[in-house]
């Protein structure tokens, strides 16, 4: 019995040190782990990339602003670069007038500005744009008027100065700037935010069109737009952009020297006709037609669709899925249907 009681006490005794061995190795295991916790370095947040042309955040206001692209205004154009949207469009007399629509900015010169024609208003409401021109045809004060258009008009408001300094006839030498064009929006109690989207679709991430079936090398794109205005384009492989020229002669600011460069083109081929002795043009911007976008060196042929007047522009691939466009800015020519773009 005295044995038996022996070998008891000697298990149990065993069994309590085979109990504290594991206690202490579990807790040594669990100082370890606690200390690979802590050894750890953080996960580092990868900031989520941002677009550099716009900034989606912003519910600012856009403000479209006329250019005046006659060949006296031409050699003096200034601010263009900053704008993050341009169009182009014919006008009487064979000539084309430019539309700059800017967001955000802080542009110092812009101009020359001239007057406005009732086709840009089109494009300037897609964008809910507060609409900066200097003076008007009789159809777009009518419409301007009607359409119930926030403009800034350089015969009745403040927000433009001359520059007699040029040596060029006097309606070319209207000027205008940013902050200039803020405060006359101010003072006129326009609605200074906006919730419209975006017209275009922008992807951070660099996008090629090269890999898609129906595209075509873009390196030269020529725009005849009449006897009298050629805009064109060189594929600038380096930087991938688009240098612009006009008639053959590079299109430049006037305050920079830089050449005007473009991160993506869109052409939209609409048709126009005179509505009246002058030769002011009407185009039919409102309906369907078909186009290009180009960027990166390739073009590929596009669709447009136009709901109404107001409605914004939907540029889509021949599938019917809306283009997505690089991070950068775009001009949109808007070609006559009775020319021949020249893309090679």
Known sequence: ???????????????????????????????????????????????????????EDSNSRPYAVMINNHA??????????????VYEMIVEGGLTRLMAVFKDQTTARIGSVRSSRHNFLDYALEHDAIYVHFGWSPKAQTDISALKVSNINGLYDDGFYRDRSLGVAYEHTAFTDMERIQNTATQKGYRMTSEQPLLLHYSVDE?????????????????????????????DEARKVYLRSVNDEIHKDAITGEQYYFKNIIIANVNNYNMDSYGRQNLDT???????????????????????????????????????????????????????????
């Open 72 to 85: 006296q205004a031409r050699k003096n154009h200034a601010g263009l670069q900053d704008a993050y949207v």
């Open 207 to 235: 996008i090629g069109l090269e890999e898609r079936e129906d595209a075509i090398l873009a390196s030269s794109v020529i725009l005849r737009y009449s006897a009298y205005v050629t805009s064109s384009y060189q594929y």
């Open 1 to 55: 019995m005295k044995k038996a009681v022996q070998v008891l006490f000697v298990i149990l005794f065993l069994l309590l040190i085979g109990l504290g061995i594991v206690f202490g190795v579990s807790k040594v295991l669990q100082k370890e782990n606690h200390s690979n916790e802590e050894e750890q370095p953080p996960v580092e947040e990868i900031p989520v990339p941002k677009l550099q042309i716009i900034d």
């Open 286 to 344: 409102v309906g369907t037609g078909t186009g290009y976008y180009m960027t990166n060196g390739y073009a590929v042929p596009i669709t447009w669709s136009k709901s109404s007047r107001t409605a914004q522009t939907v540029y889509s691939y021949l599938d019917g899925t809306p283009i997505t466009v690089n991070d950068g800015n775009t001009f949109i020519q808007i070609f006559p249907t009775n020319q021949t773009a020249i893309i090679s």
